[in-house]
């Protein structure tokens, strides 16, 4: 079975950097794309980032452009997620999910999820 492993959450201060990692494992032949999503307390689920294997598109939500870079991380069924010039209001709990072929835009495996803090 599809087995999504997050790493790299912590704590960091205003202005710092963090990077996340997404591994899968299992039959993941067929995924389309990964993706990185987030949800701080109290909030909806928001969309942050995602990378498509086939067109190698990279695709980013309204807050995070120009801040967060996604990348495959060479040639593995995984994704890196660079956050830099970080805010207080990043402060979330970030999921890894993935699609497949057919579904491209449904999020069908999703990993346990990491945090990040960022003090002001």
């Known amino acids: 079975q599809v087995q999504m492993t997050e790493s790299g959450g912590g704590w960091v201060q205003a202005g710092g950097s963090l990077k996340l990692s997404c591994a899968a494992s299992?039959?993941?032949?067929?995924?389309?794309?990964m993706g990185w999503f987030r949800q701080a307390p109290g909030k909806e689920r928001e969309f942050v980032a995602s990378?498509?294997?086939?067109?190698?598109?990279?695709d980013y939500g309204d807050s995070v452009q120009g801040r967060f870079t996604i990348a495959r991380d060479n040639g593995r069924v995984a994704v890196n997620l660079q956050m830099s010039s970080l805010k207080p209001e990043d402060t979330a709990a970030y999921y890894c999910?993935?699609?497949?072929?057919?579904?491209?835009?449904?999020?069908?495996?999703w990993g346990p999820g990491t945090q990040v803090i960022v003090s002001p």
């Open positions: 990378f498509s294997f086939s067109g190698r598109i990279a």
């Open positions: 299992g039959p993941t032949r067929n995924f389309y794309k």
């Open positions: 999910a993935a699609t497949v072929l057919g579904s491209p835009d449904e999020y069908r495996y």
